[in-house]
C-alpha cells in the first residue's frame, strides 16, 4: 500500500515538473509599424499564475513606458484547468527607425525579441513646415520668428497643430530654462482648412522667448500629449486571447473605437544669442526693430493755475520686445524746480505685428505747479538699439514750456496803507485832533473845519481797524474760537474711524476729508490744510507714501487702494515732545 501512495506521488510530482517546463512567456505587438510620436502596445502573456513582474529595464533605452496594465485568468474546459497572467505595456519610440524589442525577463522565461518600424506617413513633429498633404491625423509644426537674436530681446515661437480625428485631453507645453524665459503670447487660435478630402483644425499658439545671456542656446521643443481615437486598433480587454475564446470581441469596442495616448515632441529650438554691442551707451538696453514714443496732454489747452493738474499721457512701443521691458517713462522725464510729479501704475501690453512681438507701455504722468511762473520741460530722449540696422538709435520727445497762473478764487489782498512816506503825525495810531490844521489856525477853525476833521478822524479809524485786521494774530497758547466750520469737522476718534470706512471703501476724496477732521482735532492751534502738510507735521516714515499717494489719487483721479493707509492709521499717531512744548507756528505754504 505505501508503495502505491509512493508510485502515485511521484507521478504527480513528474506531470508537475512537465507542466513547468512547458510555462512559456510570449509577447506580442498590436502593430508593427507606427509614426514617431505615436504609442504601441506591447502583450506580455504568461501561462500559470505567478507574482512577479517583467523585467522592462532593457525598453528604457528605445522607449518611454507611459502606462501598464495587468491581469490573470483561469479557464477550465473539459475538466481541465489552466491559468494565465497578462501584463500590458503602453510605450512611445524615441526615436526613428526600425527598434528592436529585445528578450524580456519574466521569472525564469525570456519573451522572443521583436521588431518595430519607426516612422513614414503618421503622426509628425517637425520645425518650422506645414504638414505635408499625405500626413497622418495629428501633427505639429514649431517656427521662430529669428534665429539670432540679441541678448534679452524677444523671439515669437509659432506652435501650430494639424489635428484631423477625434482627440481628447489634450495638453501643449513648452517649458523653460534659466537661459531662456518663456510666456505664452495671448490666446490660441483656431481655424480649419481641408487636405485631400480630409478637413483639419489647425489649432496655433505662440511663445515668447527671451534669452537670457549670450551664446548658444538650446531649449526642448514643445510638448503635446492627448488621447486619439484609434478606430482600427483592438479594445484593451480584446488583446487577450482567453477573453476573446469565453466571450468573443466587445462589440460595443467595435463601436465606439479606442483611445490610444499620442505624444509628438518638436526639434530642440537652436538659437545663437548675440551679446550687447559696445557701441550701444543708452542707459536702458533695449533690443527692437522699431521704436516709438508718443505723448499727449489733458487738458491740451487753455490756461493752467497753481494746483490744478497737467496730466502727461506718454505711449512707448519697441517691436521686438515685451511690454515688461520697456523702461519707467517717469525716470526719464526730469521736473523743472517748482513742479511736483505724480506718476501713476504703468500698463503693459504684447501682441504681434506681422508675425513679430509688439510690446507696449502706457504711463501717465500727473504734473502740479506750486507756485505761477514760467517753467520748461526739457527734451526726453531715450536710447535704443536697432536690431535691423546694428546702429544705436534715439526716441525723443521735443521740450515744452508752461506757463502757470496764480490760482483761481484767490484773491491778491490789498496791501496796507505806506507809512513810510507819510508824516508822523499822520502815522497809524498817532492821530490827534487838529492834526490836519497848522498849530496857528487850529485855535480860530470855523465849524466846518472841525466837523471835516471830525470825519477825517472817522474816515481814519476806520482805514486804522482794516489795517489792523490784515495783520497776523498774536501766537498765544490760547486756542482761537471755533468757526461753523470748525465746529462742523468730527472729533479725531470718529474721524480716524470714518476713515478706515474710506479707505475700505478705495474712496480717496471721504479718506481725504476725514483725515482733515482728524488733523483739525490733533493740532486745534494750526490745523494743516492739505495731506502734504499732514505729511511734515507727523514726521514719520510710515505714513508719508500712503499720504502722497492719496494726494496724488485725489489730484489726477487715477484708482486708489485704502489699505496701506489704513494700515498706517491703524494705531493714532501721537505727539511729539517738541509739539507739546513750544507753540505751532503755522506753516505759511500749506
Known amino acids: 500500500m505505501k508503495r502505491t501512495i509512493h508510485r502515485m506521488a511521484a507521478a504527480l510530482f513528474a506531470s508537475g515538473m512537465c507542466l513547468s517546463a512547458l510555462a512559456t512567456v510570449t509577447a506580442s505587438l498590436d502593430r508593427t509599424h507606427v509614426a514617431l510620436g505615436e504609442t504601441v502596445r506591447l502583450l506580455m502573456q504568461s501561462d500559470g499564475s505567478t507574482d512577479q513582474q517583467p523585467d522592462i529595464g532593457p525598453l528604457q533605452q528605445d522607449f518611454e513606458v507611459l502606462g501598464s496594465s495587468r491581469g490573470s485568468s483561469t479557464q477550465i474546459i473539459n475538466g481541465h484547468m489552466s491559468s494565465q497572467t497578462q501584463v500590458t505595456l503602453v510605450l512611445a519610440p524615441r526615436r526613428e527607425g526600425t527598434i528592436q524589442i529585445p528578450p524580456l525577463q519574466w521569472g525564469a522565461e525570456q519573451s522572443a525579441a521583436l521588431a518595430l518600424t519607426v516612422g513614414g506617413n503618421g503622426n509628425a513633429a517637425r520645425q518650422g513646415a506645414d504638414p505635408p498633404a499625405d500626413a497622418a491625423p495629428v501633427s ?34 513648452l517649458q523653460g530654462s ?59 480587454s480584446d488583446l487577450n486571447s482567453f477573453f476573446n475564446n469565453a466571450f468573443g470581441p466587445s462589440p460595443l469596442s467595435r463601436l465606439m473605437g479606442t483611445m490610444r495616448p499620442l505624444r509628438l515632441s518638436a526639434s530642440a529650438i537652436e538659437v545663437n544669442v548675440l551679446p550687447r554691442p559696445a557701441a550701444a551707451t543708452g542707459t536702458n538696453w533695449l533690443p527692437a526693430q522699431q521704436v516709438t514714443l508718443e505723448e499727449s496732454w489733458r487738458p491740451d489747452k487753455g490756461a493752467l493755475h497753481v494746483g490744478e493738474p497737467l ?15 520697456l523702461p519707467d517713462l517717469s525716470k526719464l522725464m526730469p521736473a523743472p524746480d517748482g513742479i511736483k510729479m505724480y506718476p501713476d501704475q504703468a500698463k503693459t501690453d504684447d501682441s504681434t505685428r506681422a508675425g513679430t512681438l509688439l510690446g507696449s507701455r502706457d504711463q501717465d504722468i500727473a504734473l502740479i505747479a506750486g507756485k505761477p511762473g514760467h517753467y520748461e520741460l526739457p527734451t526726453m530722449r531715450l536710447f535704443w538699439w536697432d536690431t535691423t540696422s546694428n546702429v544705436q538709435r534715439e526716441a525723443d520727445l521735443p521740450a515744452r514750456t508752461l506757463d502757470i497762473l496764480p490760482a483761481t478764487g484767490d484773491q491778491v489782498a490789498a496791501a496796507p496803507p505806506p507809512t513810510e512816506n507819510l508824516p508822523a503825525s499822520l502815522a497809524p495810531g498817532q492821530a490827534q485832533p487838529g492834526a490836519f490844521l497848522p498849530p496857528a489856525m487850529a485855535a480860530h477853525a470855523p465849524p466846518w473845519q472841525w466837523i471835516s476833521v471830525a470825519f477825517a478822524l472817522l474816515w481814519l479809524g476806520t482805514l486804522l481797524a482794516w489795517w489792523r485786521s490784515r495783520q497776523p494774530e498774536p501766537l498765544t497758547q490760547s486756542a482761537p474760537p471755533a468757526s461753523p466750520a470748525l465746529a462742523a469737522r468730527l472729533p479725531a476718534g470718529k474721524a480716524l474711524s470714518a476713515l478706515q470706512h474710506a479707505c475700505r471703501d478705495n474712496d480717496p476724496q471721504a479718506a481725504r476729508r476725514h483725515l482733515l477732521d482728524w488733523a483739525a482735532s490733533f493740532w486745534p492751534q494750526s490745523p494743516p490744510c492739505g495731506l502734504h502738510a499732514i505729511a511734515l507735521r507727523l514726521a514719520d516714515a510710515r505714513f508719508t507714501e500712503p499720504l502722497q499717494q492719496l494726494d496724488r489719487a485725489c489730484y489726477t483721479g487715477a484708482a486708489w487702494h485704502g489699505d496701506s493707509l489704513a494700515q498706517a492709521f491703524a494705531a493714532p499717531p501721537g505727539k511729539t515732545p517738541s509739539e507739546k512744548t513750544k507753540p505751532v507756528i503755522p506753516d505759511l505754504y500749506e
Open 140 to 173: 505639429m509644426t514649431a517656427t521662430l520668428d529669428q534665429k539670432h537674436p540679441y541678448v534679452q530681446s524677444a523671439v515669437v515661437l509659432t506652435v501650430r497643430l494639424h489635428v484631423g480625428t477625434q482627440i481628447t485631453q489634450a495638453s501643449l507645453d
Open 311 to 325: 496730466t502727461r499721457h506718454l505711449h512707448l512701443t519697441a517691436l521686438g520686445m515685451t511690454g515688461a521691458q
Open 178 to 236: 534659466s537661459d531662456v524665459f518663456v510666456k505664452q503670447l495671448g490666446k490660441d487660435t483656431q481655424t480649419s482648412e481641408s487636405r485631400n478630402g480630409r478637413v483639419y483644425q489647425v489649432i496655433e499658439r505662440q511663445y515668447v522667448l527671451v534669452p537670457q545671456r549670450s551664446g548658444q542656446i538650446s531649449l526642448k521643443g514643445p510638448m503635446f500629449e492627448a488621447q486619439v481615437r484609434d478606430t482600427g486598433a483592438i479594445d484593451p
